[in-house]
Structures are given as structure tokens and as C-alpha cells.
């Protein structure tokens, strides 16, 4: 079985072709940076324009990669939500138009189920169950996932995401758009151990997270600097803005680590997925892996991350999740129906 995978849920047009039987046959992204960065930010309006422009030449680039033509698809599935309203509606409307051309049923998925799923593309994808760290610019969750659909949220954000405080804090040190990725960077050359910033909920006990509070002492601290009205140097600028970033880097990175680690040790499971934009962190990736083979090692304890292109939005996660429940007996979409799903839980997917 052959399903075509279409993402538009925000800034980035991903189409895909996944193959049930031989993988993923390819896949096709085109990332909306350089429109927004000029606002500092995703416009919705502009970002549903550009999907429209992209989608027919993705479709047809990946086509072309794969060998094949539109009447070897038996599928459709598309990221019905959650998402911006009119970049998720006009994915639908395509993948729906396009499966009603080709009579072939549609497949309606939950971006944080393509997510979830995306680590299975790799070449040694991880076993159910596992535990289930997401974390991206919209959402940052821990779940307990039994199989395909069987998916038991144990705690999730409060607030801010940590992908969003990442992209909040980088626009406070005045890193261009989008934030988070150079605010990575920025903290390999910071010096550990300058600044501490506190831990929100690190020892709560529960699930949950917040990153609001952090945001905000990061700006606190910022804003003292600059309120000193001394003469700085702009290589003692950058040491500063660098030492923040790592500052800001490690408590994210602490409590997404302490928090994962807890939930593996109280439902006794020792695989951990991680997935979402934040998952390509190199800070993360490193204290993640340490501590679960430091931890459960002896009982079989690994990582598991997305491959690095699949980390963010894309339309390989897509087709895949799609596939997935298609063989797992979720019912398609008439090809006529049409809906997007703007708020959705993952819990109702």
C-alpha cells in the first residue's frame, strides 16, 4: 500500500510517499523561514498562501523521485489538526480534492501522532511500549504509548512550550527568527556555571511543565544588564548573550531529562522516544542519552530520536502515521468530506 503524505499544519509544505512495504519511497519539504522572518514570527494568513503555491510542485517532485505517477497512490493522508485553521484547511482541501480525482480513501491525521511516530522511520526503530518525550514549538508532553493509537498522556506544559520559550528567549537576546536552533548554537560557545536559572516544577512530583517563569527570569536578567548604563564592549556583549543562552539551555534541558527519566521509572518502561523540533537539540540529545543508559542501562535502556530531517514538520511523518492506522483498522475519509481540526487532543485521535 502506497500513501501519500500531506503536511501543512504551520510554516513548512511536507509531501511525502510512504510505502507499507518498502519504506519510504521519498519525501519533499519546503520551509516558509524566510517569509516570516521579516515579522518576526509565523503570519497565518501568509502561511496558508504559501502552502497553496507549494503543494502541486511538491507532489509532483516527489512523484518524480519515486517513480511513480498518481495512479499508484492508494491513499491519502493528510495532518488534519491540530494546527493554524488555514494551513490545516488548505492541506485538506488538496489531499481531499486530489483523493476524490484519484478514488482513493483519505486518511486524516494528528500532527502530534506524525510526531510520535516518527522515530519508526529510522533503521532501527524502537518497540512498543515506550515513554514519549515531545517537545516542539506547540507542545511539550510525556505519554505512555502501548501501540499504534494506544497513547496514555501523563503530564504536558502548563504554559509556554519549551520550543516556544526557546524562540521567546532567543528574540530577547536578539537572535534572528526563528530563535530556538540559534539560541542552540549560541550556547556551545556560552560558559557553564555564569548564571543559574531556575528550574520550573523540576521537583513537582508530577508530569507537568512550565517554561513561562524561566522565560521570564531570562528576560529579568537581560533586562538588568542592559538597565546598568555601563559601556560594554560588544565582544563582552556576546559573551553575555552566549552565557545566557547556555544558562537558559540547561534548565530546559534539566528538567525535560529529570522529568523523562521519572516517568520511565514509574511505568517501568525503558525506551524512550523523543520527538519534535526540540528532539534535534544538541544539549538535550547528549543529557537524555547519558542518563537513560546511565540509569537503565542494565535493563535494556535506550534513546530513540527521529532522524535529524524528520525532527520537524514534514510529510514523511504523515503518510507514515497514516499507514500505520490504516493497517491498524481506523476507517478512512470519504474522499468528499472535508474538515480541519485546529484544536485537537491527542487522546481523541
Given at each position: 500500500?502506497?500513501?501519500?503524505g ?21 519525501h ?5 523561514v ?6 518576526g ?12 503555491r ?5 507532489t509532483r ?6 517513480g511513480?505517477?498518481?495512479s ?6 493528510y495532518?488534519?489538526?491540530?494546527g493554524l ?5 488548505t492541506g ?38 515506550f515513554?514519549a ?21 501523563l503530564?504536558?506544559?502548563l ?18 527568527y ?16 555564569r548564571?543559574?536559572?531556575p528550574?520550573?516544577l523540576r ?6 511543565f512550565?517554561f513561562?517563569g ?7 536578567l ?12 560588544e565582544?563582552?556583549?556576546a559573551?553575555?548573550r ?12 534539566e528538567?525535560?531529562?529529570?522529568k523523562?527519566?521519572?516517568?520511565m521509572r ?8 523523543v520527538?519534535g ?9 547528549q ?11 542494565e ?9 535529524l530531517e524528520?525532527c520537524?514538520?514534514?510529510g ?13 483498522g ?5 474522499a468528499?468530506?472535508?474538515?480541519a481540526r485546529p484544536?485537537?487532543d491527542?487522546?481523541?485521535a
Open positions: 500500500m502506497r500513501v501519500l500531506i503536511e501543512s499544519s504551520c510554516d513548512e509544505t511536507g509531501v511525502a510517499l510512504y510505502d507499507t512495504e518498502a519504506g519510504l519511497l521519498a519533499a519539504l519546503f520551509s516558509q524566510a517569509l516570516h522572518a521579516e515579522y514570527g509565523v503570519v497565518p494568513e501568509l502561511a496558508s498562501r504559501d502552502h497553496i507549494r503543494l502541486v510542485p511538491l517532485e516527489v512523484l518524480k523521485v519515486s511513480r505517477c498518481f499508484d497512490v492508494d491513499a491519502i493522508a495532518t488534519q489538526g491540530p485553521a488555514g494551513a490545516l484547511l485538506c482541501a488538496f489531499a481531499t480534492g486530489l483523493a476524490s480525482a484519484l478514488d482513493v480513501p483519505v486518511l486524516p491525521v494528528h500532527h502530534l501522532e506524525g510526531h510520535l511516530l516518527s522515530p519508526m522511520l529510522a533503521p532501527d526503530p524502537p518497540e512498543f511500549p515513554i518525550l515531545l517537545v516542539s514549538g506547540g507542545h511539550t508532553q510525556l505519554l505512555r504509548v502501548a501501540g499504534i493509537g494506544r497513547y496514555e498522556l503530564g504536558e506544559t504554559d509556554d512550550a519549551a520550543g516556544e520559550a526557546f524562540d521567546k528567549t532567543a528574540k530577547l537576546l536578539g537572535l534572528a526563528p530563535g530556538g536552533a540559534a539560541l542552540s548554537i549560541l550556547a556551545r560557545q556560552g560558559s557553564p556555571g548564571f543559574t536559572l528550574r520550573p521537583d513537582s512530583g508530577d508530569f507537568c512550565s513561562a524561566l522565560k521570564t527570569a531570562a528576560r529579568t537581560i533586562c538588568a544588564e542592559d538597565a546598568t548604563g555601563k559601556a560594554v564592549a565582544e563582552e556583549k559573551v553575555f552566549a552565557d545566557v543562552a547556555r544558562a537558559f539551555q540547561e534548565a530546559v534541558v528538567v525535560l531529562t529529570r523523562a527519566l521519572a516517568a514509574a511505568c517501568g518502561v525503558y525506551r524512550l522516544v520527538a523540533g526540540v528532539g534535534a537539540n544538541w544539549a538535550l540529545r543529557s537524555l542519552t547519558l542518563a537513560v543508559e546511565g540509569e537503565f542501562g535493563n535494556g535502556g535506550r534513546v530513540h530520536y527521529p532522524e524528520f520537524t514538520d514534514n514523511a511523518m504523515i503518510a507514515f502515521a497514516g499507514a500505520m492506522r490504516f493497517l491498524h481506523a476507517p478512512p475519509q470519504k468528499g468530506a472535508f474538515s484544536r485537537w491527542l487522546r481523541e
